[in-house]
């Protein structure tokens, strides 16, 4: 019988040893994930809960405003919102 290509058994035994190294750090510490949030994102969420019961009321009185067809569009704040980009 001839066997051809025996360097396929190197990788079948550095594979082994592989398993075998982490089956042997079974002491170690098993790291976890974790997420830090900064102070600051910690405040800017805090504020936009704060500020969420007011925009939601806001959001209810133009959802109202429009339905009822009261809404009324300001065309010269629109038109000098989009002159500078037009100006471009």
């Not at 079974?26 to 969420?52: C, H, P, T, W, Y």
């Not at 429009?66 to 704040?77: E, L, M």
Request: proline share 1%; no cysteine; hydrophobic share 35%.
């Amino acid at each position: 019988m001839k066997i051809n290509e025996i360097g396929r058994l190197s990788a079948v035994r550095t594979y082994q040893q592989q398993q075998e190294t982490r089956a042997g750090s079974k002491g170690a510490v098993n790291r976890k994930d974790e997420v830090r949030i900064s102070a600051e994102a910690q405040q800017l969420l805090s504020d936009s809960r704060i500020m969420g019961a007011d925009r939601a009321q806001r959001i209810g009185e133009l959802k109202q405003s429009v339905s009822t067809g009261t809404y009324h569009v300001d065309a010269g704040k629109i038109a000098e919102k989009l002159w500078p980009y037009l100006k471009q």
